[in-house]
């Protein structure tokens, strides 16, 4: 069987690599919060070229987090694209706040930014682009909107990690970026994980604080409009003098170090596995029938091409035909957001949204990941072309 993703491959090539660091991390005896977070945190904000990185549990709880540290919250309306993995909504209702859909394009199946204005109330707060696939939305047009509106602008760079629009990194262009490492992502670790990236101190200051249970440890803005009492302790113990005084309610999500250890040693790698991704579409492009619909690249980005997703009117008797000639196929996602039964409760009707219904009734995604071989490509490539 041909998978659609493998992570044990990228295993088995840096095994040497990563066994000896996950090893100095368990001998080292700082499991949380220690060195190899630091140090990721740094690194990846250096290559995503942000002021600040704030890692957490996992890219659902980026989202959740970004948003409370945003000022979203119950009786505000966040706008997001209807075609998306459930996370990107469910952040907006764990803040007490209500998703508000958009169809997506027909082009890159991205939030269709011409739809935006026309969902915007007094209560909208945020805009929620998904950089969907791998590739960013139009993010021009997004940030004008944004600004007009003095909305807040939180990227869903979940399957995004590499790609690029107009020369900037996913995760630089919006106010505040949100990835996850779940194994199967394009920079992905050996368990959950996720981080929040922005250039704004206030933002990344009261996430820290969320992300461990608001303490003043980390929150070091908060303490600056709030009063502390340290209590002496501290100068016997080292303990952060405000550790134990919580500012606001937050979370218990943490990036441990040998999640932190393991993402440095593929970060460096991650450029190299992206361009072996858009060498892979590229032969797909070229040599897959014209009898599918096969992904646009849009204008002015770097595809991350997180999943390659051809469109079939047939897509479930080509599902199985695939399947029965070995090859792994899967559909992202079968039902958009709207029409999420999590959802029924606002109301949204079948037809409202025609181009995401239309995704999720046709879409599928075939093998890709960077090692791939040339021999699964081809039989990937002859098995789609058969079919028709
Ligand atoms: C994977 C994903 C998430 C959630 O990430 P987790 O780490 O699994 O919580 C959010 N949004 C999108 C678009 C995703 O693909």
Same mark, same amino acid.
């Given at each position: 069987?041909?998978?659609?993703?493998?992570?044990?491959?990228?295993?088995?090539?840096?095994?040497?690599?990563?066994?000896?660091?996950?090893?100095?991390?368990?001998?080292?005896?700082?499991?949380?919060?220690?060195?190899?977070?630091?140090?990721?945190?740094?690194?990846?904000?250096?290559?995503?070229?942000?002021?600040?990185?704030v890692?957490?549990?996992?890219?659902?709880?980026?989202?959740?987090i970004?948003?409370r540290a945003?000022?979203?919250?119950?009786?505000?309306?966040?706008?997001?694209?209807?075609?998306?993995?459930?996370?990107?909504?469910?952040?907006?209702?764990?803040?007490?706040?209500?998703?508000?859909?958009?169809?997506?394009?027909?082009?890159?199946?991205?939030?269709?930014?011409?739809?935006?204005?026309?969902?915007?109330?007094?209560?909208?707060?945020?805009?929620? #682009?998904?950089?969907?696939? &791998?590739? !960013?939305? $139009?993010?021009?047009? /997004?940030?004008?909107?944004?600004? =007009?509106?003095?909305?807040?602008?939180?990227?869903?760079?979940?399957?995004?990690?590499?790609?690029?629009?107009?020369?900037?990194?996913?995760?630089?262009?919006?106010?505040?970026?949100?990835?996850?490492?779940? #194994?199967?992502?394009?920079? &992905?670790? !050996?368990? $959950?994980?996720?981080? /929040?990236?922005?250039?704004?101190? =206030?933002?990344a200051s009261f996430a820290r604080a969320l992300r461990s249970h608001g303490s003043g440890e980390e929150g070091k803005l908060l303490l600056?409009?709030?009063?502390?009492?340290?209590?002496?302790?501290?100068?016997?113990?080292?303990?952060?003098?405000s550790?134990?005084?919580n500012y606001v309610?937050g979370y218990?999500?943490?990036?441990?170090?040998?999640?932190?250890?393991?993402?440095?040693?593929?970060?460096?790698?991650?450029?190299?596995?992206?361009?072996?991704?858009?060498?892979?579409?590229?032969?797909?492009?070229?040599?897959?029938?014209?009898?599918?619909?096969?992904?646009?690249?849009?204008?002015?980005?770097?595809?991350?091409?997180?999943?390659?997703?051809?469109?079939?009117?047939?897509?479930?008797?080509?599902?199985?035909?695939?399947?029965?000639?070995?090859?792994?196929?899967?559909?992202?996602?079968?039902?958009?957001?709207?029409?999420?039964?999590?959802?029924?409760?606002?109301?949204?009707?079948?037809?409202?949204?025609?181009?995401?219904?239309?995704?999720?009734?046709?879409?599928?995604?075939?093998?890709?990941?960077?090692?791939?071989?040339?021999?699964?490509?081809?039989?990937?490539?002859?098995?789609?072309?058969?079919?028709?």
């Open positions: 069987m041909i998978p659609l993703m493998n992570v044990q491959r990228q295993y088995v090539d840096l095994k040497k690599e990563i066994d000896d660091t996950v090893i100095q991390v368990l001998e080292s005896g700082q499991y949380i919060n220690g060195p190899q977070v630091q140090a990721f945190e740094r690194e990846f904000a250096e290559y995503i070229g942000v002021r600040y990185a890692s957490v549990a996992n890219g659902t709880d980026a989202l959740v970004a948003l945003a000022g979203v919250g119950a009786g505000d309306e966040v706008i997001t694209s209807a075609m998306s993995f459930i996370a990107s909504a469910e952040a907006i209702t764990a803040v007490g706040a209500v998703p508000v859909f958009v169809d997506c394009t027909s082009d890159g199946y991205v939030i269709d930014e011409k739809l935006i204005d026309e969902k915007i109330t007094k209560r909208t707060k945020a805009i929620i #682009p998904i950089q969907f696939y &791998g590739q !960013c939305a $139009d993010m021009d047009e /997004i940030r004008r909107i944004a600004d =007009q509106h003095h909305l807040i602008i939180i990227e869903d760079d979940a399957q995004a990690a590499g790609a690029e629009y107009k020369g900037k990194k996913a995760g630089s262009l919006g106010d505040i970026g949100c990835f996850s490492f779940f #194994p199967t992502k394009n920079l &992905g670790c !050996c368990g $959950d994980g996720g981080i /929040i990236v922005t250039d704004n101190e =206030q933002f600056r409009s709030l009063s502390s009492e340290p209590i002496g302790l501290e100068i016997q113990t080292g303990e952060h003098p550790k134990y005084f309610f218990n999500s943490r990036l441990d170090e040998i999640q932190a250890a393991i993402l440095r040693v593929r970060l460096k790698r991650l450029d190299q596995w992206n361009a072996r991704r858009i060498a892979i579409a590229n032969r797909y492009h070229d040599l897959l029938s014209d009898n599918v619909v096969k992904p646009t690249q849009l204008p002015g980005r770097i595809h991350g091409y997180y999943v390659y997703v051809i469109v079939v009117e047939q897509r479930d008797e080509m599902r199985k035909y695939l399947y029965g000639k070995g090859i792994a196929s899967g559909v992202y996602y079968p039902v958009p957001l709207h029409l999420q039964v999590a959802y029924q409760h606002l109301g949204y009707e079948k037809g409202s949204m025609p181009q995401a219904e239309s995704v999720a009734r046709h879409s599928l995604a075939i093998p890709l990941f960077p090692e791939l071989t040339e021999d699964e490509q081809n039989e990937v490539i002859d098995a789609v072309n058969s079919f028709f």
